[in-house]
């Protein structure tokens, strides 16, 4: 005798006071056997979040009526070897939720039971929803709904016990990329031309400004103005300046002088008044001065690195597309598109604010350890570069110079993308426009929990490529205000003949993927190169170095140097999840095959294809 298991499946957290249905979702009907369930049936909610499992009670064993119990399934996106041995498919598992609880209803006789409404904690928002930045919420028990592979945790493990082996002097720690050259060639770390290096290709690839009184003269800062500061470390405003000179081709920059503004009276006031009027600095005030000034110059541009283009930029940037996109995609072929390149990804988040979080006013960001920066101020600074970044209208800066082999390996990197999701929309276009109003509801909670829009000089700037631009579109958002991200779509139903829909979808996947990977190995594998000596630089610096009574170990004090290089070792050197190497088989062949294409392109710019990674 068919028997039936009926309910709804809701999302947790109602949205603006009315329920949320859980849609598309893989479920499993079981015989609660303490600790042995035993599989009765599987089944599918609708778009409405319900669902009706049709099971024989026989299949709990003889004499055993069944209590009856809910699994709840992700899919997990895995290419597997083709039963042909030829190639790879793609394969659709189905991994149980982690935390998920279901009602059990015991000794179940009637031929329809209904479960009624069951709510599931699936992939909830922390409110609220502007700040700083839109984040997964974690329960109590610190329960999230995908942890880490294996294989990463294991080298994370390696990494820890590295360090410690390097801590005790049982091994020399790692040249980082400045000691190298150092002990190759010394000051070459020290000298002008590797430090417009670093702010084009370094860790922190700074799009550079062209000052309105000649279109000659540029400049990149960093500004402290209306930020809370420790009290502790020193943290001027900064402004650097260049000339670009021809060279045949795209220019040169050439760096001209450095603009120190300090904090003067009380640091922990955020006061723009009490910042002092700037001081020029240029190679003429020689060489010691100089090289002092450029010290406090890379405190900056490492802080700002860390807090807004590898934390904010690549971390956060891309949580607040994973929610929407696995709360909401499905059935939408889109899902194993995107979600592969970000395994893990909320895990690793979390697992940074147990070490560098601090909570405020319900909303979780990060603090910076040996920074001047306080709580508040990493989640102003945060919020100020993540309300300049939108999927729409982005593309990769255009070189600013000739030696930006940063812009030129991402223009190249990107063609990789345009190609592989186009080849990819291609394959699955029925079905990603069948289950488009899965889009619809994604882009739908992508926008309402996106920051606040605050409109940016766009004339400032060499390049505008990468700016989130007062010309794409800025909904109002919970708070009466625009904001940062465009929507996807406005509609739940489309044809073939949608071209700006289609192409909208296919642009905030390739944003994602780019980030998720491209973004994110550049800057945080740069990070021990940058920061691995800390008389080079550091996230803070505690004295005014252009006194010349003031020396390196009083700016950088020996254990916070120390924690500064370990850090950074541990952070750039734990790397999993390549996608050449396709360590966990989520990558796409195409994908491989695409990159595997630009090998030498890339290398040309410095690029190892082989060192991209998820």
């Known amino acids: 005798m068919t028997s039936y298991a009926t309910g709804r499946l809701l999302f947790e957290k109602d949205v603006n006071g009315v329920a949320k249905p859980v849609h598309n979702l893989d479920l499993q009907l079981l015989d609660d056997d303490y600790g042995h369930d035993t599989l009765l049936a599987t089944g599918k909610t609708d778009m409405e979040g319900r669902f009706r499992i049709a ?81 997964l919420l974690v329960d109590e028990e610190h329960v999230l709904p995908q942890g880490q592979r294996r294989g990463r945790n294991i080298t994370l493990t390696e990494k820890v016990a590295e360090v410690a082996l390097y801590t005790l002097g049982v091994k020399p720690w790692p040249l980082p990329l400045t000691k190298k050259m150092e002990a190759e060639k010394p000051g070459s770390s020290q000298t002008d031309e590797f430090f417009v290096e670093m702010m084009l290709n370094g860790f922190n690839p700074m799009l550079f400004k062209r000052e309105r009184t000649g279109a000659k003269r540029f400049y990149v800062e960093w500004s402290w103005k209306g930020q809370i500061q420790d009290g502790v470390h020193y943290a001027p405003d900064t402004r650097c300046f260049f000339d670009r000179v021809d060279d045949g081709k795209l220019g040169k920059f050439v760096l001209t002088g450095i603009e120190i503004a300090k904090r003067v009276g009380d640091y922990t006031a955020g006061d723009d008044s009490l910042m002092s009027p700037p001081k020029m600095y240029t190679p003429e005030c020689g060489k010691e001065l100089w090289d002092r000034v450029k010290r406090i110059v890379r405190s900056n541009y490492f802080v700002f690195g860390e807090a807004q283009t590898h934390l904010g930029g690549t971390h956060l940037n891309v949580e607040q597309y994973i929610v929407p996109v696995v709360r909401n995609l499905r059935a939408n072929p889109v899902v194993s598109l995107l979600t592969p390149h970000f395994y893990g990804t909320v895990d690793i988040n979390h697992a940074a604010d147990g070490l560098l979080v601090k909570e405020n006013g319900g909303a979780v960001i990060s603090v910076p350890e040996g920074s001047a920066a306080v709580v508040a101020t990493i989640g102003s600074i945060l919020r100020a570069g993540m309300r300049q970044m939108n999927w729409h209208g982005f593309s990769p800066r255009t070189p600013q110079a000739t030696n930006d082999r940063y812009a030129h390996a991402a223009n190249v990197y990107w063609g990789v993308l345009t190609r592989y999701v186009d080849y990819y929309f291609a394959e699955h276009m029925d079905a990603i426009v069948a289950n488009w109003a899965e889009v619809k509801l994604m882009s739908d909670e992508l926008v309402a929990h996106s920051i606040r829009y605050v409109q940016q000089e766009e004339d400032d700037y060499i390049d505008t490529n990468e700016l989130n631009k007062a010309s794409s579109e800025h909904p109002t958002g919970p708070y009466g205000e625009p904001v940062s991200l465009s929507p996807v779509t406005t509609k739940s139903v489309i044809t073939k003949d949608d071209k700006t829909d289609i192409e909208n979808l296919k642009q905030m996947c390739r944003y994602v993927i780019y980030f998720a990977t491209w973004q994110h190995s550049w800057v945080n594998d740069s990070q021990y190169d940058t ?14 170095l252009t006194d010349l009574r003031k020396t390196i170990e009083d700016a950088v004090p020996v254990k916070e140097g120390k924690k500064s290089e370990s850090t950074t070792y541990v952070l750039a050197t734990t790397q999993w999840g390549y996608i050449m190497k396709n360590e966990d088989g989520g990558m796409n062949p195409k994908l491989i095959e695409f990159l595997g294409e630009t090998k030498d392109q890339l290398a040309s710019y410095g690029v190892d294809i082989n060192k991209i990674r998820s």
């Open 55 to 135: 099971y024989d009670p026989k299949d709990a064993g003889l004499f055993d009526v069944p209590d009856l119990k809910l699994a709840v399934l992700l899919p997990e996106t895995l290419y597997t070897k083709k039963a042909t041995g030829e190639g790879l498919e793609l394969k659709r598992v189905l991994i149980p939720l982690p935390g998920f609880e279901s009602p059990v209803a015991t000794d179940v006789k009637e031929e329809t039971y209904d479960f009624g409404d069951v709510r599931v904690k699936l992939y909830e928002y922390l409110e609220p929803a502007d700040g700083p930045t839109p984040r």
């Open 531 to 544: 920061a691995g000596d800390s008389s080079f630089a550091t996230m803070g610096i505690h004295c005014d």
